[in-house]
């Protein structure tokens, strides 16, 4: 049981360039987000998604699209990358059933963007 | 929206003295979790609290959630070492029919830092 997993660890990219962002769990979570980390301002809620086929925008989605086409997979595309994108990506899962919805995170994506 | 706000921003101690870092919600909410980050890691939950008025404890750790439940706090007994990193508070929204149940939002952090 992998947990959630998250790929690549580092990418550097210039201004311009796209790029996808991947996120996998094994734990059959229907609840999938994407959060990015700045210095001071905590974690910011990108998109979300409660189940294959159905996405939402959270607080910061300008320049990201996601997909779910699976239970497992949610994958975070930057369209066309800009300095203001340099951050550190998390991705989450929780089974997001009842009231209990503790969050799994994975290990991160730093990105910087030049 | 819902806002979360938490102080302090950071917090340094000596090894062994007590810290508190607080959460304060514009809403009401319908349950708080509490996570903490190691420098150069990711998030791991701690605890979550539904009931109002509830206190719950982790060995040094003891977390408490407001009768209104727009307020919590964790308070850390004789820090160690070990508890260095940022703590995060993040809060759920009360049930909304048709609207989105799942989103969390969280406090920017507390940084806590212990000097041996």
């Known amino acids: 049981n992998a947990g959630v997993t998250q790929t690549p660890k580092f990418q550097v990219l210039k201004t311009g360039q796209s790029m996808t962002l991947q996120c996998a769990q094994d734990?059959?979570?229907?609840?999938m987000s994407w959060y990015r980390q700045d210095p001071g301002m905590g974690l910011r809620l990108i998109h979300y998604s409660v189940g294959a086929g159905i996405t939402d925008q959270g607080e910061v989605p300008n320049g990201y699209n996601v997909s779910r086409s699976t239970t497992e997979d949610f994958p975070l595309r930057l369209l066309s990358a800009a300095p203001s994108q340099t951050s550190v990506y998390f991705c989450?899962?929780?089974?997001?059933?009842?009231?209990?919805?503790?969050?799994?995170f994975g290990p991160g994506t730093r990105l910087t963007v030049l | 929206g819902q806002q979360v706000m938490q102080i302090p921003q950071y917090q340094h101690v000596q090894e062994g003295e007590d810290f508190t870092t607080y959460c304060n919600s514009s809403t009401t909410l319908s349950n708080i979790q509490w996570y903490k980050q190691r420098p150069g890691g990711h998030p791991v939950f701690l605890i979550q609290l539904v009931k109002s008025g509830e206190v719950k404890k982790q060995k040094r750790l003891t977390f408490q959630f407001g009768e209104a439940k727009k307020n919590s706090s964790l308070h850390i007994t004789a820090t160690q070492t070990t508890d260095v990193g940022t703590y995060f508070c993040a809060g759920k929204g009360r049930f909304v029919s048709g609207g989105s149940n799942y989103k969390l939002t969280f406090g920017k952090g507390t940084l806590l830092t212990v000097n041996p």
């Open positions: 989450a899962s929780s089974t997001g059933r009842g009231s209990y919805n503790e969050q799994f």
């Open positions: 734990m059959n979570h229907e609840y």
